[in-house]
């Protein structure tokens, strides 16, 4: 199957700083890619939606100002959560679409852990 | 909006036997797939089956089968011969297929934990 890679697997970081997480499609090309947020013994929850070349779209409750998502190629997509604070530490998927547009493929995830 | 409802929280089945893990769903589509992904341990999502809703025919990979009534949005999961290694939360999950090739994203049910015990 599709591989999706993420990374970091694993951040730890003072509060009020910022965090880049990559998602990249390894061996395909994905037009869209989606941010997930999974708390402990939860499901997971869509945050928002990265189309390449254009602005994401992001669910609602959710900040854009402080989850910035870029999807600047057809392989890459960054969530950068700013000025992270402990409420954000959470734990964090991203998936991208297969060419045919019927499976989602997930990264390995990103836990987040602010001081 | 469509809802995706998991009502077992936990279950669990003896090595070798098999377990039927529930999944129904509320939608106004006529056209869309239906998902069951594991997360073990790791909580790396692994697809573990997919449906689409115009076929008919049920699903099956390998030890991994489902039975879709459509009619009564109903979209259970069977484990047969179960093993260790499928200890895992169970997610189901539901696609709206959009027209033009655009991707629908996943709406998750709340999960099931699904311990196999030896």
């Known amino acids: 199957g599709a591989v999706v890679s993420q990374h970091p697997s694993r951040v730890i970081c003072k509060s009020g700083t910022s965090v880049k997480i990559e998602c990249r499609s390894l061996?395909?090309?994905?037009?869209?890619m989606f941010w997930y947020r999974q708390f402990p013994k939860k499901s997971l929850m869509l945050m928002a939606t990265?189309?390449?070349?254009?602005?994401?779209?992001?669910e609602q409750g959710v900040e854009k100002d402080k989850f910035l998502i870029n999807h600047a190629s057809l392989t890459l997509s960054t969530l950068t959560v700013t000025s992270a604070h402990p409420e954000d530490s959470s734990f964090y998927i991203c998936?991208?679409?297969?060419?045919?547009?019927?499976?989602?493929?997930f990264g390995s995830g990103t836990q987040l852990s602010v001081l | 909006a469509q809802t995706v409802t998991q009502s077992q929280p936990e279950m669990s089945v003896q090595e070798a036997e098999t377990v039927t893990l529930s999944c129904t769903y509320d939608?106004?589509?006529?056209?869309?797939?239906l998902f069951w992904y594991k997360q073990p341990p790791s909580r790396q999502m692994i697809l573990v089956i997919r449906?689409?809703?115009?076929?008919?025919q049920n699903a099956t990979e390998n030890r991994f089968s489902v039975n879709f009534q459509k009619a009564a949005k109903s979209f259970s999961l069977k484990i047969s011969d179960s093993q260790l290694g499928d200890t895992a939360m169970y997610f189901c999950?539901?696609?709206?297929?959009?027209?033009?090739?655009?991707?629908?994203?996943?709406?998750f049910g709340k999960g099931t934990k699904l311990s196999v015990k030896p």
């Open positions: 998936s991208a679409s297969s060419p045919n547009n019927e499976k989602l493929f």
């Open positions: 061996d395909f090309q994905a037009t869209t």
């Open positions: 990265s189309n390449e070349g254009s602005k994401a779209t992001y």
């Open positions: 939608t106004s589509e006529s056209n869309y797939y």
């Open positions: 449906q689409e809703a115009y076929k008919q």
């Open positions: 999950a539901f696609m709206k297929h959009l027209n033009g090739g655009s991707q629908g994203n996943l709406i």
